[in-house]
């Protein structure tokens, strides 16, 4: 399970670090991909087959099915890391997240989020202040 909020910059040619505590269960291949709320999605490889099981399954006759398929599937890339512990994000991904320099990666469970950290600033600053609306209406954190 992914979980965490960690910094890191892009350099020049496009490589960012992978935090350590990421890296294992990430495994030597992954994907990345375009996520919602204009940041980035990291699956392992296990987690990539899982979804693209349910995303197959979807119905082909519907034609938001079938944007949502070619809009996620058209933008992923399979990454591994180097020996630093970095991966080169591609450039059409890094547009699409408007990753310049300063990156925020998050653990979200079953993946991992690439967001530009003022972005993710902006983003956690109006969900915040949601937060226990929301919770209320999709969790019940009474086990």
Not at 5 to 16: N, P, V, Y
């Amino acid at each position: 399970m992914f979980m965490g909020e960690f910094e890191h910059s892009l350099d020049a040619k496009g490589r960012l670090t992978v935090p350590v505590k990421f890296r294992d269960e990430l495994g030597p291949q992954f994907v990345v991909t375009r996520g919602l709320d204009k940041c980035l999605f990291v699956y392992p490889m296990q987690e990539w087959q899982i979804l693209e099981s349910k995303l197959k399954a979807l119905p082909m006759t519907r034609s938001d099915a079938r944007s949502f398929v070619r809009f996620f599937f058209s933008g992923a890339s399979e990454c591994e890391l180097d020996k630093q512990g970095r991966i080169l994000l591609p450039q059409k991904l890094r547009d699409y997240a408007e990753l310049d320099k300063d990156c925020t990666l998050l653990g979200v469970s079953n993946r991992v989020e690439i967001w530009d950290t003022n972005v993710w600033a902006t983003y956690a600053d109006e969900a915040e202040s949601s937060f226990a609306d929301i919770a209320e209406k999709l969790v019940d954190f009474s086990f």
